[in-house]
């Protein structure tokens, strides 16, 4: 039996299996993996974490020389609790065994692309769900041989267990079948999905980024402070919070990334970073879990 959905294209009815069943890979930033293994185990979602292989230069090796390196790193287990049992240390050993294979990488696509590339080799049936906040699906699925996989999502730390609604997109070459698998996989975590266009950020976070670096401008340019800047957006618009209260949840150097990213697609200045989300990464103050961004959270 099949349930049908239908997303933000009125054209667009993907049936979804019902009953399906899954077993997640998670990988990325530990903070990021973390934030979302506690989402899946809320959802009694199986899952396993494969930490970075991003001292791995080219895939052109062996697994064999991949598990090595991955076993005789310096991976701490400890960061990863209290799911450090859920740990991968040899990457055949999953061979086949997840369905999907969730990227949650707050890095530039070249620095990810070995570990998405590792995992999808070893479990080739395996749906591959990518944050793309600096890429698109297209890009990561050339660059990790998975064109016909790879589905982008909107996730941002510190927020995605808050958010209801989230953007996904496929890469131009993504097989409709994992579109779906995709879509069941965030159904089932009680997102509702707005299917967009692959773009780097796609949609709200490409649009937050926007309000965040402007918001910088105007406290580097000293037009007001950054609680002025915040209550005017929270009384003027009716925000849920202040674009650099968002900023400092969310992490300076994540925004910084976005911006980045989005200048390298694009080419177009607006897109700069504010110098002064730079000098705040240069001092360490990238936000709330640093104790300080724009606010004080001593």
Known sequence: MTRSYVLSHPMMVYN????????????????FVLEFAAILDQHNVPFGILPSMDEIDELGVELDLADQLLSS????????????????RDVRASSGMFTHIVDLSVSAHFDRKITVEVASSVNPRATVIASVLSNTATELGMLANIANRVVGVSLLPSIMSSVSTIDMAAGLNTAATHIQHALALLKR?????ELVEDRVGLVQVRVLAMLINEAAFAVMEGLATPEDIDKAML???????????????????????ILDGLRREYEQE?????????????????GKAAGKGFFDYA
């Open 270 to 286: 607006r897109y700069r970073p504010c110098v002064l989300l730079k000098q705040m990464m240069r001092a360490g103050w990238t």
């Open 189 to 193: 975590l009680d997102y509702s999905v």
């Open 73 to 88: 790193s310096k991976v701490d287990e400890a960061e990863y609790s209290p799911y450090s049992n859920r740990v991968l």
């Open 235 to 257: 009384l003027g618009v009716n925000y849920p919070k202040g674009p650099l209260a968002w900023a400092d949840e969310i992490g300076i150097g994540v925004v910084t990334l």
């Open 16 to 31: 979804l299996p019902e009953g399906e069943t899954f077993n997640v890979l998670l990988t990325g930033d530990p903070d």
